[in-house]
């Protein structure tokens, strides 16, 4: 599963809009919406070699925030 280990960040729901028309500001009537589907945003997850509580290495799926947290001791 896509799911940090850590801090159990899951993929998130939105929306992406496709638009056509020019802009007032650019001298056009503006956009118009002409569809909206459904997406997922993944959170970027990396398999990592990590030293766990107890001294036990083992690979673990973690997101790259917490990596950069320094949430994460990677083992040697």
Do not use: D, H, Y
């Amino acid at each position: 599963m896509k799911i940090c280990e850590f801090c159990k960040v899951k993929p998130m729901v939105g929306k992406t809009i496709a638009r056509r028309g020019m802009a007032k500001k650019k001298g056009g009537v503006g956009k118009k919406v002409t569809g909206i589907t459904r997406r997922r945003f993944f959170p970027n997850l990396q398999r990592v070699k990590a030293l766990l509580p107890g001294g036990t290495v083992k690979r673990i799926k973690v997101c790259a925030s917490c990596i950069q947290a320094g949430k994460v001791t990677k083992a040697a």
